[in-house]
Protein backbone atom coordinates (compact mmCIF):
# COMPACT_ATOMS: atom_id res chain seq x y z
CA UNK A 1 0.00 0.00 0.00
CA UNK A 2 1.22 3.20 -1.29
CA UNK A 3 1.23 6.07 2.03
CA UNK A 4 0.00 9.42 1.03
CA UNK A 5 1.95 12.27 3.36
CA UNK A 6 -0.70 13.92 6.24
CA UNK A 7 1.78 16.06 7.74
CA UNK A 8 -0.11 18.17 10.34
CA UNK A 9 -0.44 21.50 9.31
CA UNK A 10 1.06 24.35 11.23
CA UNK A 11 0.09 25.71 14.32
CA UNK A 12 0.92 28.83 13.24
CA UNK A 13 -1.48 28.94 10.26
CA UNK A 14 -3.75 31.53 9.39
CA UNK A 15 -6.16 29.30 7.17
CA UNK A 16 -9.83 27.79 8.96
CA UNK A 17 -9.28 24.44 10.37
CA UNK A 18 -11.70 21.97 8.61
CA UNK A 19 -14.15 19.12 10.52
CA UNK A 20 -16.06 17.15 8.24
CA UNK A 21 -19.40 16.79 9.61
CA UNK A 22 -21.99 13.83 8.69
CA UNK A 23 -25.20 14.11 10.37
CA UNK A 24 -25.27 15.27 14.18
CA UNK A 25 -21.37 13.77 14.67
CA UNK A 26 -18.22 15.20 13.59
CA UNK A 27 -17.04 12.25 11.64
CA UNK A 28 -13.42 13.52 11.12
CA UNK A 29 -11.46 16.62 12.32
CA UNK A 30 -7.84 17.65 11.88
CA UNK A 31 -7.35 16.15 15.62
CA UNK A 32 -8.64 12.49 14.59
CA UNK A 33 -6.37 13.06 11.19
CA UNK A 34 -3.25 13.74 13.27
CA UNK A 35 -4.14 10.75 16.03
CA UNK A 36 -4.37 8.08 12.53
CA UNK A 37 -0.62 9.80 11.55
CA UNK A 38 0.43 9.35 15.09
CA UNK A 39 -0.69 5.73 15.03
CA UNK A 40 0.36 5.07 11.24
CA UNK A 41 4.12 6.50 12.70
CA UNK A 42 4.03 4.43 16.35
CA UNK A 43 1.72 1.32 15.86
CA UNK A 44 0.31 1.63 18.55
CA UNK A 45 -2.91 3.88 20.13
CA UNK A 46 -1.14 4.76 23.56
CA UNK A 47 2.31 5.36 21.89
CA UNK A 48 0.15 7.55 19.11
CA UNK A 49 -2.06 9.18 22.73
CA UNK A 50 1.36 9.60 24.42
CA UNK A 51 3.24 11.69 21.31
CA UNK A 52 -0.32 14.21 21.08
CA UNK A 53 -0.41 14.33 25.25
CA UNK A 54 -3.84 12.46 25.66
CA UNK A 55 -4.71 10.07 27.44
CA UNK A 56 -5.23 6.21 26.16
CA UNK A 57 -9.02 6.25 27.00
CA UNK A 58 -9.37 9.60 25.04
CA UNK A 59 -7.60 8.20 22.02
CA UNK A 60 -9.45 4.91 22.21
CA UNK A 61 -12.95 6.89 22.52
CA UNK A 62 -11.61 9.06 19.27
CA UNK A 63 -10.21 5.90 17.36
CA UNK A 64 -13.90 3.99 18.39
CA UNK A 65 -15.68 6.84 16.92
CA UNK A 66 -13.83 7.43 14.11
CA UNK A 67 -13.85 3.00 13.30
CA UNK A 68 -17.81 3.89 14.07
CA UNK A 69 -18.44 6.55 11.47
CA UNK A 70 -17.06 4.89 8.52
CA UNK A 71 -18.04 1.83 6.10
CA UNK A 72 -15.58 -0.16 7.80
CA UNK A 73 -12.71 0.45 10.83
CA UNK A 74 -10.06 3.21 10.15
CA UNK A 75 -7.84 1.49 12.58
CA UNK A 76 -7.04 -1.98 13.44
CA UNK A 77 -5.73 -3.81 16.35
CA UNK A 78 -4.13 -6.91 17.85
CA UNK A 79 -3.45 -7.70 21.01
CA UNK A 80 -0.69 -9.74 23.06
CA UNK A 81 1.79 -11.79 21.70
CA UNK A 82 5.68 -11.22 21.87
CA UNK A 83 5.91 -7.80 21.31
CA UNK A 84 2.66 -7.28 22.51
CA UNK A 85 -0.18 -5.54 20.66
CA UNK A 86 0.01 -2.90 18.07
CA UNK A 87 -2.61 -0.81 15.85
CA UNK A 88 -2.73 -0.06 12.11
CA UNK A 89 -4.40 2.21 10.26
CA UNK A 90 -6.42 0.61 7.66
CA UNK A 91 -6.38 1.22 3.61
CA UNK A 92 -9.59 2.96 4.06
CA UNK A 93 -7.74 4.67 6.80
CA UNK A 94 -5.09 6.20 4.84
CA UNK A 95 -7.96 6.92 1.76
CA UNK A 96 -9.55 9.02 4.38
CA UNK A 97 -6.12 10.60 5.52
CA UNK A 98 -5.63 11.77 2.34
CA UNK A 99 -9.13 13.11 0.73
CA UNK A 100 -9.13 14.62 4.50
CA UNK A 101 -6.03 16.95 3.17
CA UNK A 102 -6.79 17.44 -0.26
CA UNK A 103 -10.50 18.95 1.01
CA UNK A 104 -8.15 21.04 3.69
CA UNK A 105 -5.82 22.19 1.15
CA UNK A 106 -9.19 23.16 -1.04
CA UNK A 107 -11.01 24.65 1.21
CA UNK A 108 -7.61 26.67 2.75
CA UNK A 109 -6.85 27.87 -1.15
CA UNK A 110 -10.47 29.24 -1.67
CA UNK A 111 -10.74 31.51 1.82
CA UNK A 112 -7.23 32.35 1.92
CA UNK A 113 -7.83 36.31 1.39
CA UNK A 114 -10.57 35.96 3.49
CA UNK A 115 -9.09 33.76 6.33
CA UNK A 116 -5.54 36.31 6.69
CA UNK A 117 -8.08 39.76 6.32
CA UNK A 118 -10.28 37.82 9.03
CA UNK A 119 -6.75 36.95 11.16
CA UNK A 120 -5.82 40.80 11.24
CA UNK A 121 -8.98 41.22 13.16
CA UNK A 122 -8.44 39.29 15.97
CA UNK A 123 -5.85 40.00 19.11
CA UNK A 124 -3.91 36.64 18.93
CA UNK A 125 -3.97 35.22 15.48
CA UNK A 126 -2.02 32.34 16.27
CA UNK A 127 -4.80 31.25 18.56
CA UNK A 128 -2.85 31.47 21.64
CA UNK A 129 -4.82 33.70 23.71
Excluded: C
Excluded at 18 to 36: C, D, F, H, S
Excluded at 75 to 100: D, I, P
Amino acid sequence: MTKTSTTPKSATQKSPRVRIQIGKATALGPGKVELLQAIDTRGSISGAARDMGMSYRHAWILVDAMNAAFTSDLVVTSTGGKGGGGAKVTELGFEVMKRFRTMEDKAAKSVEAEALAFAKLLKDPSGDA
